[in-house]
């Protein structure tokens, strides 16, 4: 018998400890230092919790070795983490779109099977229970949590990244990591708010809207994406927001270009804008992209031209019409940061993989040592690809070492 100490009750944890149970010859314990395991887990996809997504091609994963992800991904890839769940008794579905739901639309659902899977007789859950620190012994480790020193002969650590302090977010796995002797990439928020200078976007609280959206350098598009973004007090969210805003804290000066029209070429959009005018003579501004855009979106882009609302449409010149064509397709808002880990889904950075063995997740330099999840230098994008991470590696984790 040993005894494997597995630190973090999350999604990754708590997938370890199932598997690593499964050997009847562990004895394993989990602790986690909120009342309840899962908290997170509660809050994602909207409370319905999208737990993978039917394409996990390694291009929807970053990480400073994005390679590293794969042995986990092939070992416990889509197949076999939706049959862990369907052994679970969880029924999934999948959207069109590829992201996969429990087909109760219930995280709770999710986090309840898990609970009731962690109740065996070789699995000690405890909550209220954190992890303080750790020290390396001749045959394991010893661990000081807030009730008292446990002694183990194998540790997990998966006590997931910054991101939400709410709930659960924290700086403990990568210190305890640290203790180990590993160490870390710069930490930032992704899947997070972007705050962008405010003037436009205040105006227009509560508007959504579907455009590209394009995060700039100078004249360099970083990254783009596409889908819905929504205005508020302070810049912009929405899912098409969250998919290039780990790309903000990386550098300095940038801005955001909304496209509003991208299914729209440059030269369409000037023609219907033409046609239009000729129907519009009688009309102040105020109503001139009325039709084309929501209403108050519309005129916040004339306004973003240089183009009162109150001039009459006659007075559009060929030039404004091409001006507008350009706020419309190029709407841009210079970037002033994000709102930061408290309101970001994931950190981006950790634990770096180079330390630890892709193929077992068991550490280069702490042998009996394992890290799963969000606590590596792993993030993926928005769609279900960070539970999946979670789960690939909660499993491989809990495997301990066993090919
Ligand atoms: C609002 C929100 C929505 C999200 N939606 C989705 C989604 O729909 N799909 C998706 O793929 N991803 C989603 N994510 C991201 C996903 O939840 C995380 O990537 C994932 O939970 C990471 O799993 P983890 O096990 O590494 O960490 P966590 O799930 O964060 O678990 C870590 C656990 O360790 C505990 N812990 C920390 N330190 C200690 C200590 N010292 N001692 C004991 N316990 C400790 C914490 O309390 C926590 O319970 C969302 C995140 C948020 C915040």
Redesign the pocket.
């Known amino acids: 018998m040993q005894t494997v100490l597995i ?7 708590m997938t370890a400890a199932i598997t690593a149970a499964e050997d009847s010859q562990n004895r394993v314990i989990l ?4 009342a309840r ?5 509660l ?3 909207n409370g ?5 997504n039917t394409d996990l091609s390694i291009e929807n994963y970053f990480g400073a070795d994005v390679s590293f992800v794969i042995p986990a991904l092939k070992r416990f890839g889509l197949d076999a983490t939706l049959a862990f769940f369907a052994s679970l008794g969880l029924l999934t579905r999948a959207e069109e779109s590829g992201k996969i739901y429990p087909y109760s639309m219930q995280a709770g659902s999710v986090l309840d099977i898990l609970r009731f899977a962690l109740e065996r007789p070789n699995i000690d859950v405890r909550c209220d ?4 620190s750790v020290s390396r012994k001749d045959s394991g480790f010893s661990v000081e ?1 807030s009730s008292g020193r446990i002694l183990s002969d194998k540790l997990i650590i ?4 910054m ?2 302090p709410k ?4 700086m ?2 990568y210190e ?1 990591l640290k203790a180990l002797g590993h160490s870390r990439t710069a930490l930032y928020p992704s ?1 997070v708010q972007i705050k962008t200078d405010n003037t436009y976007p205040r105006a227009l609280k509560g508007i959504k809207t579907d455009a590209r959206v394009s995060i700039i350098s100078g004249n360099r598009d970083i990254r783009s994406s596409f889908g819905e973004v929504l205005f508020t007090e302070y810049g912009l969210s929405g899912p098409a927001i969250f998919e290039i805003s780990r790309f903000v804290s990386t550098e300095k000066g940038l801005s955001v270009s909304l496209d509003l029209m991208p299914e729209h070429g440059e030269s369409d959009i000037a023609d219907l804008l033409f046609k239009r005018l000729k129907n519009a003579k009688n009309l102040n501004c105020e109503n001139f992209l009325t039709g084309f855009l929501n209403k108050r979106l519309g005129q916040m882009v004339l306004k973003y031209a240089g183009i009162g609302l109150a001039i009459p449409c006659s007075s559009l010149t060929n030039d404004i019409i091409h001006k507008i064509v350009k706020s419309i397709k190029d709407f841009r808002l210079p970037v002033t940061g994000t709102t930061g880990f408290e309101n ?3 950190t981006a950075g950790g634990i770096r993989t180079s330390e630890f063995y892709s193929e077992t997740l068991e550490s280069r330099l702490c042998p009996g040592l394992f890290a ?4 590596l230098d792993i993030d ?1 994008r928005c ?8 789960w690939s590696s ?1 499993m491989l984790a809990g495997k301990l070492g066993r090919l």
């Open positions: 630190v973090g009750g999350g999604a990754s944890g602790i986690e230092k909120q395991v899962g908290k997170k887990l809050a994602t996809g319905c919790c999208n737990l993978s229970t954190a992890a303080l949590t998966a006590c997931g990244g991101a939400a709930l659960g977010g924290t403990d796995g305890l899947l970001a889904q994931v799963a999840g969000e606590v993926g769609g279900g690809y960070n539970l999946q991470w979670a909660g």
